[in-house]
T-cell receptor
Framework: AQSVTQLGSHVSVSEGALVLLRCNYSSSVPPYLFWYVQYPNQGLQLLLKYTSAATLVKGINGFEAEFKKSETSFHLTKPSAHMSDAAEYFCAVSDQSAQKLVFGQGTRLTINP | DTAVSQTPKYLVTQMGNDKSIKCEQNLGHDTMYWYKQDSKKFLKIMFSYNNKELIINETVPNRFSPKSPDKAHLNLHINSLELGDSAVYFC?????????????FGEGSWLTVV
């Protein structure tokens, strides 16, 4: 069965600094990988997804993620953090053997002025 | 023009009551889901329906009964509510059965059982 581990339940960066949110996955078959963002008291919004077309995936709001099979990772980055990026971020995986998304435990991103 | 809409957004109720959460999607998708987010923000799938057919039931207590009258609607009825049912319930939809397909989430229904 597939699973996702997000390293760090809470990440804090300064405005303008690099954002790096870590995600490692486990899947016995080629995975599909997703990053979702959840703003306070709101639903989940798709940031980006990996479907094997390209290892570097660009998403909305300046975020991108790189699929590294050798490291079973799909880390999310943004070169320069903005105050509006403060939210909860979820990495998720699905594959052909399952018909559902399995989520990591989430990482809360705080931006310091 | 909300894609996945669910009502109510907030619900406070007493233990032992029965309540329902309604969900509708206007995306033309054929698959709908219910996810539960607990107090630690952990998200877990509860049910999935494809064209009104139940395809995933993740060992949820049978006090929870989903109903899909058509492929645009998936309602969640909860009997005999317990304190542990307090959570955020998200309805979602996708075109196709999940793998590789983007799942679109509603705004969530905050359920508090007192």
């Amino acid at each position: 069965a597939q699973s996702v581990t997000q390293l760090g339940s809470h990440v804090s960066v300064s405005e303008g600094a690099l954002v790096l949110l870590r995600c490692n996955y486990s899947s016995s078959v080629p995975p599909y990988l997703f990053w979702y963002v959840q703003y306070p008291n709101q639903g989940l919004q798709l940031l980006l997804k990996y479907t094997s077309a390209a290892t570097l995936v660009k998403g909305i709001n300046g975020f991108e993620a790189e699929f590294k099979k050798s490291e079973t990772s799909f880390h999310l980055t943004k070169p320069s953090a903005h105050m509006s990026d403060a939210a909860e971020y979820f990495c998720a995986v699905s594959d052909q053997s399952a018909q559902k998304l399995v989520f990591g435990q989430g990482t809360r991103l705080t931006i310091n002025p | 023009d909300t894609a996945v809409s669910q009502t109510p957004k907030y619900l406070v109720t007493q233990m032992g009551n029965d309540k329902s959460i309604k969900c509708e999607q206007n995306l033309g998708h054929d698959t709908m889901y219910w996810y539960k987010q607990d107090s630690k923000k952990f998200l877990k799938i509860m049910f999935s329906y494809n064209n009104k057919e139940l395809i995933i039931n993740e060992t949820v207590p049978n006090r929870f009964s989903p109903k899909s009258p058509d492929k645009a609607h998936l309602n969640l009825h909860i009997n005999s509510l317990e304190l542990g049912d307090s959570a955020v319930y998200f309805c979602a939809s996708s075109q196709g059965r999940g793998f590789g397909n983007t799942i679109y989430f509603g705004e969530g229904s905050w359920l508090t059982v007192v």
